[in-house]
């Protein structure tokens, strides 16, 4: 029977877990409201909103480095085998949200670029932002199979990339075609190739996620191999 003083690291252990838990979940909020700010501003051709989301990034590398910080904390406090899980799946979970933040601030950026030019077709930016909806879907599940400890929604999000991938290769072909139908076309296009490559590397930034779910809660089990279809690279 554990002792009194033992009792005590263990709550302890246990309240800087949750903690870290809270500051993740804060985070990967703060980075899907900026994804969906970056989609608004997209369609609205707002330039003062994307110049906020720009500088709003700045608070979502703030709590990565909150968050590392108290990792290191819990590293040094003795933690078992399933609690060095927790910590390694923390920062794994902090680095992609991160970057999930750094893409809707590029997002942003491209979408001022993109008002510099003509109005492209309605098809096109719908095309766009249905592809970040469908981004956006895929963090905020694996979030709440994050809170949760939802392995089965884990894998959901999981398989459900497939899905982002065969709609960024629709987008990709769609936006080549009228690339080549009009040189005009291109600088925005360009642009727009450009925002569709960021929201399908969000959706494997959600993947990871969900493999690290996987990781925190069966260890070593393996997982089932995880379909790709982005053949964007094999358009001819």
């Not at 902090?94 to 950026?109: F, H, M, P, T």
Request: charged share 30%; net charge negative; proline share 4%.
């Amino acid at each position: 029977m554990a002792s009194e003083h033992e009792q005590h690291i263990l709550k302890s252990i246990d309240a800087e877990q949750q903690r870290l838990e809270g500051e993740l979940l804060d985070m990967g909020e703060m980075a899907v409201a900026q994804l969906e700010a970056a989609l608004d501003v997209i369609d609205r051709r707002d330039d003062r909103a994307a110049a906020r989301i720009i500088a709003n990034d700045e608070a979502i590398d703030a709590l990565e480095d909150e968050i590392s910080h108290d990792v290191m904390k819990l590293a040094t406090g003795g933690p078992l085998a399933r609690d060095l899980r927790i910590i390694l799946t923390a920062l794994r979970t902090a680095s992609d949200i991160e970057r999930v933040g750094d893409y809707a601030a590029n997002l942003a950026k491209r979408s001022m670029a993109l008002n510099k030019t003509p109005p492209l077709p309605l098809t096109h930016v719908t095309g766009l932002t249905s592809l970040g909806r469908l981004a956006a879907r895929q963090m905020r599940d694996v979030l709440r199979a994050y809170r949760d400890n939802d392995i089965e929604l884990a894998q959901q999000v999981r398989d459900n990339d497939a899905e982002l991938d065969l709609r960024y290769t629709s987008l990709f072909r769609e936006l080549l075609t009228y690339m080549m139908e009009d040189p005009r076309n291109i600088t925005p296009c360009t642009h727009l190739l450009f925002m569709a490559k960021n929201l399908e590397r969000i959706g494997d930034h959600a993947t990871n996620i969900a493999e690290n779910i996987w990781f925190r809660v069966q260890g070593q089990n393996p997982l089932p191999p995880r379909i790709k279809r982005d053949d964007s690279n094999t358009v001819g």
